[in-house]
């Protein structure tokens, strides 16, 4: 008979808050099965949908993303191919979202070590990289804005 675990153990084992367990239950996300007195008990399929919950989530996906296009998955003996299809796209849209915050943090990072640099050495020269640098950013704000966004700030600009 497969071992189960109660919602102390898994807390413990996987790091999870009960609550958090319990939540996840509520909505849909994991469903363990209940015993006579209708405490939870979960299975070591389970224990690995909570931690390939926990991957999901570390790789910033959010929870009504992972149940919708993940939960289950690895119950289905039959997947479509459209159905992989579109989770492949979806994977390469969440991929290429990533990239853009990579790089978003890249030059916040940038922006950081000048500010700091500036302030540790404050001279003409390096104010004059600063100020390039943040006149470059705040272009790349600006043609990323939404149009409407822009046409409001113009409009108030004299």
């Known amino acids: 008979m497969e071992?189960?675990?109660?919602?102390?153990e898994v807390a413990q084992k996987l790091g999870i808050p009960k609550d958090t367990l319990r939540y996840y239950d509520?909505?849909?996300?994991?469903?363990p099965s209940r015993d006579n007195n209708r405490y939870r008990k979960y299975s070591r399929d389970d224990l690995i949908d909570l931690m390939n919950i926990?991957?999901?989530q570390y790789a910033d996906?959010?929870?009504?993303e992972i149940k919708e296009k993940f939960i289950g998955i690895r119950k289905?003996?039959?997947i479509d191919s459209a159905y992989c299809e579109?989770?492949?796209?979806f994977l390469d849209a969440k991929n290429a979202e990533t990239r853009m915050k990579i790089t978003h943090l890249e030059k916040v990072s940038?922006?950081?070590d000048m500010v700091a640099e500036t302030l540790r050495d404050f001279n003409q020269e390096s104010d004059q990289r600063l100020a390039e640098f943040v006149r470059e950013l705040y272009k790349d704000i600006r043609d990323n804005e939404p149009?409407?966004?822009k046409k409001g700030c113009d409009r108030h600009q004299g």
């Open 3 to 8: 071992k189960l675990y109660s919602i102390q």
């Open 26 to 31: 509520r909505i849909g996300i994991i469903s």
């Open 54 to 56: 926990q991957i999901m």
């Open 61 to 64: 996906f959010s929870l009504d």
């Open 76 to 78: 289905v003996e039959n």
């Open 86 to 89: 579109d989770v492949a796209l």
């Open 110 to 112: 940038k922006l950081l």
């Open 147 to 149: 149009e409407f966004s």
